[in-house]
T-cell receptor, first 109, second 117 residues
C-alpha cells in the first residue's frame, strides 16, 4: 500500500531553524514535493526532490532519501510569516500526487 | 507559473441544491485537477479533467455527484450536486506547470469555500 506521514503540529521561535519530517511508503516513486499553505489560502509550491540529497532555495532546503522513504523541509532564520501548514506529497507510479495531512508550524516571537 | 482563478470564491447553499464552480487558467494546459480540502485536513483528489474526454474520478467520487466539464484547454467546471452538509469544504482546482521542468509541479487556484446548511 501507500502512505505518507508527517507531524501534525510544530512550534518554533522566530529567527531559529526548524526541520519538518515526512516519511512515506510506496512501491512506485516519481518525486517528492513540499507545499506551503497559509490559513484560508491555496497551497503554493516550495520544492521538488527526485534524487537523493539536499536542494537549497534561499531560507528553505529540502532533503530526500529514497532508500529510507524519508524527506525533510528545513526552514532557517524563521520569520513570523512562515507560520503556515506545510504539506508533503509524493508522486506515485501512476503519476498521481499522494498528499500528507500537513504540519501546522507555529512561530513564536 | 500559470495564473488560475476560481469562481465563486465562497458560497453558502441549502441542502439539496447544486453549485457549479468555475476554474479559468491563463494558459493552455492538458490536465486540470479538482481537489477537496476539509477543515484541518489534507487534499483529496476528486477527479482529473482532460480536454475532449471524460473526467477520471477517484475512488469515492462519482460523476452523478460531481459532474465535470472541460470544454477547452483553459477552462473547467465542477458541479457539486444535491448537496448535503457533508459537502461543506474548500474546493480547489490545479494544473501541472510543464514550465517547471521535470517536477511538473501542480499550481492551485485560490479555492472555493462552500458551506452547506
Amino acid at each position: 500500500g501507500q502512505n505518507i506521514d508527517q507531524p501534525t503540529e510544530m512550534t518554533a521561535t522566530e529567527g531559529a531553524i526548524v526541520q519538518i519530517n515526512c516519511t512515506y511508503q510506496t512501491s512506485g516513486f516519481n518525486g517528492l514535493f513540499w507545499y506551503q499553505q497559509h490559513a484560508g489560502e491555496a497551497p503554493t509550491f516550495l520544492s521538488y526532490n527526485v534524487l537523493d540529497g539536499l536542494e537549497e532555495k534561499g531560507r528553505f532546503s529540502s532533503f530526500l532519501s529514497r532508500s529510507k522513504g524519508y524527506s525533510y523541509l528545513l526552514l532557517k532564520e524563521l520569520q513570523m510569516k512562515d507560520s503556515a501548514s506545510y504539506l508533503c506529497a509524493f508522486r506515485d507510479s501512476n503519476y498521481q500526487l499522494i498528499w500528507g495531512a500537513g504540519t501546522k508550524l507555529i512561530i513564536k516571537p | 507559473s500559470a495564473v488560475i482563478s476560481q469562481k465563486p470564491s465562497r458560497d453558502i447553499c441549502q441542502r439539496g441544491t447544486s453549485l457549479t464552480i468555475q476554474c479559468q487558467v491563463d494558459s493552455q494546459v492538458t490536465m486540470m485537477f479538482w481537489y477537496r480540502q476539509q477543515p484541518g485536513q489534507s487534499l483529496t483528489l476528486i477527479a482529473t479533467a482532460n480536454q475532449g474526454s471524460e473526467a477520471t474520478y477517484e475512488s469515492g467520487f462519482v460523476i452523478d455527484k460531481f459532474p465535470i466539464s472541460r470544454p477547452n484547454l483553459t477552462f473547467s467546471t465542477l458541479t457539486v450536486s444535491n448537496m448535503s452538509p457533508e459537502d461543506s469544504s474548500i474546493y480547489l482546482c490545479s494544473v501541472e506547470d510543464v514550465g517547471q521542468g521535470d517536477s511538473r509541479a501542480q499550481y492551485f487556484g485560490p479555492g472555493t469555500r462552500l458551506l452547506v446548511l
